[in-house]
């Protein structure tokens, strides 16, 4: 069975840091490439970052660049995300992906970030 449980939201303040994780099951974890997403109240969902099945490609969206990190561990099937000098329009549900070379790609549920002060 497939499972992507991501952990580490919660309340911080503006210009505060968190750290996500998403630890995955079920599946060759190595093999995918994943990749972090948000959807704030109102508006669609968003990617944030990726990064290849080695991890040595990532990408990021431009709102993010040079203040969030993503990496991830082959041995533990983890995948990270370190969020750093938080915004308050960082307040999110952040949900993790995996997508495979054939195109089958799994969604967690998602963990909620409020950036407030």
């Known amino acids: 069975q497939v499972q992507l449980v991501e952990s580490g939201g919660g309340l911080v303040q503006p210009g505060g840091s968190l750290r996500l994780s998403c630890a995955a099951s079920?599946?060759?974890?190595?093999?995918?490439?994943m990749s972090w997403y948000r959807q704030a109240p109102g508006k669609e969902r968003e990617l944030v970052a990726s990064?290849?099945?080695?991890?040595?490609?990532?990408r990021y969206a431009d709102s993010v660049k040079g203040r969030f990190t993503i990496s991830r561990d082959n041995a533990e099937n983890t995948v990270y995300l370190q969020m750093n000098s938080l915004k308050s329009e960082d307040t999110a549900v952040y949900y993790c992906?995996?997508?495979?070379?054939?195109?089958?790609?799994?969604w967690g549920k998602g963990t909620l970030v409020i950036v407030s002060a």
């Open positions: 079920g599946f060759t974890f190595s093999r995918y490439t």
């Open positions: 992906k995996a997508v495979g070379i054939s195109g089958m790609d799994y």
């Open positions: 990064i290849s099945s080695a991890g040595s490609t990532t």
